[in-house]
T-cell receptor, first 112, second 110 residues
Framework: DVKVTQSSRYLVKRTGEKVFLECVQD?????MFWYRQDPGLGLRLIYFSYDVKMKEKGDIPEGYSVSREKKERFSLILESASTNQTSMYLC???????????FGEGSRLTVL | AQSVAQPEDQVNVAEGNPLTVKCTYSVSGNPYLFWYVQYPNRGLQFLLK??????LVKGSYGFEAEFNKSQTSFHLKKPSALVSDSALYFCAVTGGKLIFGQGTELSVKP
């Protein structure tokens, strides 16, 4: 059974803290994505990666960075968390250009 | 600009009745179209996709979707709704990258 695992389901951080969100997939997919989900706004793409050490900005990259040192792992980094980054973060992977995404369970981040 | 619209924030249906969740899109070329479902506090799950061929696509859990090129629509349908179908539904389309609609909350009452 295919799987995308996000390391933390719920996090509470303080303003200014550095936050790491980890995502691991076991499907050998080339493409991985980080989305942010907010009510009424749907899913917004933060960053994506189509290969190891490659990254591309999505629609809302400001305040975020990513790391992909291994094919199976894609990390989202908030260098200095702010309250407006309180949200649900979803990681996904995709094989080739199929368009079919496999999602993790999500990480709900609260920044106080 | 490429976009996906789900015109209804919420759809309410009685159990056993047919349901429709609407989606329209504006993308150049011949896009791939998708429906995903999200149950509470979970990630999204793939339901079905249209790439080419028959305009009626069948997917998981008895859902189907009808592609209409002239109306640029891809509505999700099910002949008989279940309470367990209550969830958040997202339409998505590829236009170079995958673009999601804002989501429609489906509520099925007994």
């Amino acid at each position: 059974d295919v799987k995308v695992t996000q390391s933390s389901r719920y996090l509470v951080k303080r303003t200014g803290e550095k936050v790491f969100l980890e995502c691991v997939q076991d499907m050998d997919h080339e493409n991985m994505f980080w989305y942010r989900q907010d009510p009424g706004l749907g899913l917004r793409l933060i960053y994506f990666s189509y290969d190891v050490k490659m990254k591309e900005k999505g629609d809302i990259p400001e305040g975020y960075s990513v790391s992909r040192e291994k094919k199976e792992r894609f990390s989202l980094i908030l260098e200095s968390a702010s309250t407006n980054q309180t949200s649900m973060y979803l990681c996904a992977s995709m094989s080739g250009g199929t368009g079919e995404l496999f999602f993790g369970e999500g990480s709900r981040l609260t920044v106080l | 600009a490429q976009s996906v619209a789900q015109p209804e924030d919420q759809v309410n249906v009685a159990e056993g009745n047919p349901l429709t969740v609407k989606c329209t899109y504006s993308v150049s070329g011949n896009p791939y179209l998708f429906w995903y479902v999200q149950y509470p506090n979970r990630g999204l799950q793939f339901l079905l996709k249209y790439i080419t061929g028959d305009n009626l696509v069948k997917g998981s859990y008895g859902f189907e979707a009808e592609f209409n090129k002239s109306q640029t629509s891809f509505h999700l349908k099910k002949p008989s709704a279940l309470v367990s179908d209550s969830a958040l539904y997202f339409c998505a389309v590829t236009g170079g990258k995958l673009i999601f609609g804002q989501g429609t909350e489906l509520s099925v009452k007994p």
